[in-house]
């Protein structure tokens, strides 16, 4: 089975500062996806980012830059230039095809941007 | 908008009721995804169905059942009711594809938040 841990419950980060954010997992297989996913107070559960696991050019969307470390099995999120809006928890999700590509999700990370 | 739609978005029952929630996946989206998100478990994974069959089962309670429609949307079925069915349940689709173009990505829905008095 893969899991999937966010060790920070909590972070807080000045407007226009960088966060990153930490996520590792655990699997066997060569063959997978890595995801963060934001949702903000709406509860909307919107898409940031996307990493495949065979391309080895970490993925950049914007302000938001993973550092994907496959070695490591570790997969973290940077939020540059950090805005208000960017307050949210933030869930690292894996998916494989030998799951049926069924997302797991780790516990989350609330991040908040302080004016 | 995601594309993803759910209904009801807010629900308020009693325990060992029964309630339905509603998923209308995004239009060429022929996969469709349950969600709970519960204080106490996070996000798990429920059930899956593809263009009308059952593809995967997780953490799905007997009580609650699910069903993909040829038009392809689908119902979550909860039933006998208790208080810790509480939460927010996500729907979810995808075309259910892969390959160097990229992941198979869901796209979620708003949500139904479900509350058991």
């Known amino acids: 089975a893969q899991t999937v841990t966010q060790s920070q419950p909590e972070m807080s980060v000045q407007e226009a500062e960088t966060v990153t954010l930490s996520c590792t997992y655990d699997t066997s297989e060569s063959n997978y996806y890595l995801f963060w996913y934001k949702q903000p107070p709406s509860r909307q559960m919107i898409l940031v980012i996307r990493q495949e696991a065979y391309k080895q050019q970490n993925a950049t969307e914007n302000r938001f830059s993973v550092n994907f470390q496959k070695a490591a099995k570790s997969f973290s999120l940077k939020i540059s230039d950090s805005q208000l809006g960017d307050t949210a928890m933030y869930f690292c999700a894996f998916m494989t095809p030998f799951n049926d590509y069924k997302l797991s999700f780790g516990a989350g990370t609330t991040v908040t941007v302080r004016a | 908008d995601s594309g993803v739609t759910q209904t009801p978005k807010h629900l308020i029952t009693a325990t060992g009721q029964r309630v339905t929630l509603r998923c209308s996946p995004r239009s060429g989206d022929l996969s469709v995804y349950w969600y709970q998100q519960s204080l106490d478990q996070g996000l798990q994974f429920l059930i899956q169905y593809y263009n009308g069959e059952e593809r995967a089962k997780g953490n799905i309670l007997e009580r609650f059942s699910a069903q993909q429609f040829p038009d392809l949307h689908s119902e979550l079925n909860l039933s006998s009711l208790e208080l810790g069915d509480s939460a927010l349940y996500f729907c979810?689709?995808?075309?259910?594809?892969?390959?160097?173009?990229?992941?198979?990505?869901?796209?979620f829905g708003a949500g139904s938040r479900l509350t058991v008095l």
């Open positions: 979810a689709s995808s075309a259910l594809t892969s390959g160097p173009s990229g992941a198979n990505v869901l796209t």
